[in-house]
C-alpha cells in the first residue's frame, strides 16, 4: 500500500495543483468585473501584457528550435525532447499565471469596494492560480519523463528548457516594468508632482502591464526553474545510491508532491480576520503549509526509506527552515515597518545621495543571515546525508513553492488594483483599502525574491554536485592556475550579466521620459484631464526595448559555460560554476534588498511620514526608488536564473566536453 502512495503521490500533488488551480480561475471569472471604467483600463492592462508576451513567445519559438536541433544531433534525442517539454510547461505556466493576474486587477479593485478581505481574497487567488500551475506542471512533467524514459539524467533537458525560457522571460519582463516604472515616477511624480498612477500620466498603463509580464509571468518562469531543477538533481544524485532501498530517485518527487497537498491546505487560511492584517493573514496560509511538510514529510521518508531514513528528514527540514529564515530575514531588513527601512527613509531628508548611499549599505549588510542560513542548510544537510543530502534540502526549501508563490504573486495584482483604484476614480476609502493591500504586496513580494535567491543558490550547489559527479570530478584543484582563472570568470559573469540588464531598462527609460515629456508638451490638455495620453506608444516602447534588449545577456549565459568548458576543461568550468555562484548569490541578495528597502522607504514617507507625498524627502525618496527599480525586479532576480542556467547548461553539454578531456 505504502508503495503504491509514494509512488503516486507525485502525480496525484501534480494533477490536483491543476484541479485546484482551475476552480480559483473559475471563482475569479465569477466576480463582479467593475464599472466601465474598471473595466477599460483592466482590458488595456490585459491586452498590452498579452501583445508582449505573443511578441515575446516569437522570439523565443526561434530559440527553441535552433537548440532542439542542437541537442537532437550533439547530445541525443531524449535529451531535445525533454528540453522541447521544459520549455513549452515553463511557457504554458507563466502565460496561464499571468492571464489570470490581470483578469484579476480590476476584480480585485472592486471587491475592495466592498471590503479590503474580499479584495485579499481575489488577490491572493489569482497568485494561487500561479503557485500551482507552476508546480503542478513542473512536478507532472517530471514525472512523465521518468515514467517514460526512466533515466534521471534525460531530465537535464527539461531543467534547461524551463531555464531557457525564464531567463528570457526575467530578463525582458524585468526591463519592460522598469522602463515603464522610472519613465512614469521620474516625469509624472518628480517632474510634474502627479500622484503614482495618475491616468494623466501616458506611461501608467505601461507600468501597470510590466507588473504583470516581470512580477506574474517572469517571477513564474523563474521558480518553475528552481522547482524543477531541485527535484531533477535530487534524482540524479540519487540514482546510483543503493543505500535507501531503490527509492532515493522517487523520494524527490514525492515530498514535491507531498509539498503540493500541504499548499492547497495552507491555501484555506488565507481568510483574513477584521482583528489581524493582510500581512499576518499571508504569513498564516505560509506556516501551516510549512507545518504540515514538517510533521507529514517525517512518516512519509521514515515509511519509504526506513528508520534510518530520519536523517534524511533533518536534511528536508534544513531546507525548509532555511527558507523559512530568508524570507524572513529579507521582510525585516525591507519592509517599512521595520528600522533599516526607515533609516532609509530618515536618509532621504538629505537628499537622494544620501538616501542611496544608506540603501545600498543597507543592502550589503542584508546578505549576512541568508548567507549563514545557506550555509548552515549545506552542512546540516551533507552532515545527515552527504551531497544528496544537499539535493534533498533544495527540494525541501521549495516543496512548499505553492503557496509560497501564490504570496508573491499577490503583490503584483495588489499594486494593479491600488492604480486602477486610483485611475477609476473608486474614491479615496477604495484607494486606501488597494493601497493597504499593495503595502503588504510589497513585502511578499520581496520575501519572494528572497526566498527565490535563497532557492537558486542551494539548486544551484545541488546542480554543481551532478556536475561534478558526471564529469567524474572528485575535487577541483583551486592550486591549478586553469582552475582560479575559471573561479575568475565565473565569478566576473554575474557583473557582465548585470550590468547589461540595468544598463537595458536605462537605455528603456531614457525612451520612456523623452515620450512622456513629448506627450506632456505637445498635448496640453493631457495635464488638465481634458485629453488621454497615448498609453500604446509607452507600451509599444516598452516591448520593443524589452525584446530588443534581453537577447544579449540571454545568450551570453548559454554560451559561457559551453565555450569554458570546450577551452579550458572540465575542471575549469567547475571553478567557473562555483564563482558565479558564489558572486551571483551576493549580488543578488545585495540588488534585491537594497532595492526592496528603497521602495518602501518611498512608501513609508507617502503615508505620512518624514514630509509625506509632495515634500523634498519624498522626491529624494523617488529617485533612490528608480535606482533601486532595476536591482530588485530586474538585475537581482535575473542572477537567480543565470547561475542555475549556466550549471545545467554545464550539465546538458558535458558529455560534449569529456570528449576534449
Request: aromatic share 8%; net charge neutral.
Amino acid at each position: 500500500m505504502y508503495n503504491l502512495l509514494w509512488n503516486y503521490l507525485p502525480w496525484i500533488g501534480g494533477f490536483l495543483a491543476l484541479v485546484f488551480a482551475g476552480i480559483l480561475t473559475l471563482y475569479i471569472k465569477g466576480k463582479d468585473s467593475g464599472s466601465e471604467e474598471v473595466r477599460e483600463i483592466t482590458h488595456l492592462i490585459h491586452q498590452g501584457a498579452l501583445t508582449y508576451l505573443n511578441k515575446q513567445y516569437k522570439i523565443l519559438v526561434g530559440f527553441v528550435i535552433i537548440l532542439f536541433v542542437v541537442l537532437y544531433f550533439g547530445v541525443g534525442q531524449n535529451t531535445a525532447i525533454a528540453f522541447l517539454l521544459g520549455a513549452l510547461f515553463s511557457a504554458v505556466a507563466g502565460n496561464i499565471g499571468m492571464r489570470i493576474a490581470t483578469i484579476a486587477n480590476g476584480k480585485t479593485a472592486t471587491a475592495c469596494q466592498k471590503s479590503m478581505n474580499k479584495g485579499l481574497r481575489v488577490a491572493f487567488s489569482s497568485g494561487a492560480v500561479m503557485g500551482m500551475t507552476v508546480v503542478g506542471l513542473g512536478l507532472l512533467g517530471i514525472s512523465v519523463l521518468y515514467a517514460v524514459f526512466g533515466d534521471p539524467q534525460i531530465l537535464y533537458g527539461f531543467g534547461f528548457g524551463a531555464s531557457g525560457i525564464a531567463l528570457f522571460a526575467r530578463v525582458g519582463g524585468g526591463i519592460y516594468t522598469k522602463a515603464a516604472d522610472v519613465g512614469a515616477d521620474l516625469v509624472g511624480k518628480v517632474e510634474e508632482g502627479i500622484p503614482e498612477d495618475d491616468p494623466r500620466n501616458p506611461a501608467t498603463i505601461a507600468d501597470n502591464v510590466g507588473d504583470n509580464v516581470g512580477d506574474v509571468a517572469g517571477m513564474g518562469a523563474d521558480l518553475f526553474e528552481s522547482y524543477s531543477d531541485s527535484i531533477i538533481a535530487a534524482m540524479a544524485i540519487g540514482a546510483p545510491l543503493a543505500m535507501f532501498g531503490g527509492h532515493a530517485v522517487v523520494l524527490p518527487m514525492a515530498i514535491a508532491g507531498l509539498g503540493i497537498l500541504a499548499s492547497i491546505a495552507g491555501s484555506f487560511f488565507v481568510k483574513a480576520h477584521r482583528k489581524k492584517d493582510a500581512a499576518k493573514t499571508l504569513n498564516r496560509g505560509t506556516f501551516v503549509a510549512a507545518g504540515l511538510v514538517f510533521v507529514l514529510s517525517y512518516f512519509l521518508i521514515t515509511q519509504m526509506i526506513g528508520p534510518e531514513g530520519i536523517s534524511l528528514w533533518y536534511a528536508t527540514i534544513s531546507g525548509l527552515v532555511a527558507g523559512l529564515v530568508i524570507g524572513a530575514s529579507t521582510e525585516y531588513f525591507t519592509s517599512e515597518k521595520n528600522k533599516p527601512a526607515q533609516d532609509v527613509a530618515e536618509a532621504a531628508k538629505t537628499g537622494p545621495a544620501t538616501n542611496i548611499i544608506t540603501g545600498f549599505a543597507l543592502g550589503m549588510r542584508s546578505a549576512i543571515i541568508p548567507v549563514l542560513a545557506i550555509c548552515a542548510a549545506i552542512l546540516i544537510s551533507y552532515e545527515m546525508g552527504g551531497m544528496y543530502g544537499i539535493a534533498i534540502a533544495a527540494v525541501g526549501m521549495l516543496s512548499t513553492l505553492g503557496i509560497t508563490l501564490a504570496s508573491d504573486t499577490y503583490g503584483p495584482v495588489a499594486d494593479n488594483a491600488a492604480g486602477i483604484a486610483e485611475m477609476a476614480n473608486l474614491g479615496i476609502k477604495v484607494r486606501e483599502k488597494a493601497e493597504s493591500l499593495d503595502a503588504v504586496g510589497n513585502t511578499t513580494a520581496a520575501m519572494g525574491k528572497g526566498f527565490a535567491i535563497g532557492s537558486a543558490a542551494l539548486t544551484a550547489v545541488a546542480l554543481f554536485v551532478v556536475y561534478g559527479q558526471t564529469v567524474g570530478l572528485a575535487a577541483i584543484d583551486i592550486m591549478k592556475p586553469v582552475v582560479v582563472v575559471g573561479l575568475f570568470l565565473g565569478g566576473v559573469m554575474p557583473f557582465i550579466f548585470s550590468s547589461l540588464t540595468i544598463s537595458a531598462v536605462g537605455k528603456s527609460a531614457i525612451e520612456m521620459v523623452n515620450e512622456v515629456r513629448r506627450q506632456f508638451r505637445i498635448k496640453k490638455g493631457i495635464l488638465e484631464g481634458k485629453t488621454k495620453p497615448d498609453y500604446a506608444r509607452c507600451i509599444e516602447i516598452s516591448t520593443h526595448s524589452a525584446l530588443r534588449q534581453m537577447i544579449l545577456p540571454g545568450v551570453i549565459a548559454i554560451l559561457a559555460p559551453i565555450v569554458v568548458g570546450l577551452v579550458l576543461g572540465v575542471e575549469a568550468l567547475g571553478g567557473f560554476l562555483a564563482g558565479s555562484i558564489v558572486t551571483g548569490f551576493l549580488l543578488a541578495l545585495l540588488m534585491s534588498n537594497a532595492g526592496g528597502a528603497w521602495d518602501n522607504a518611498k512608501k513609508y514617507i507617502e503615508s505620512g511620514k518624514d514630509g509625506g507625498k509632495g515634500s523634498a524627502t519624498h522626491k529624494a525618496s523617488i529617485v533612490g526608488d528608480t535606482v533601486g527599480d532595476p536591482f530588485k525586479d530586474t538585475s537581482g532576480p535575473s542572477l537567480n536564473i543565470l547561475i542555475k542556467l549556466m550549471s545545467i547548461v554545464a550539465l546538458v553539454f558535458a558529455p560534449l566536453f569529456l570528449l576534449f578531456v
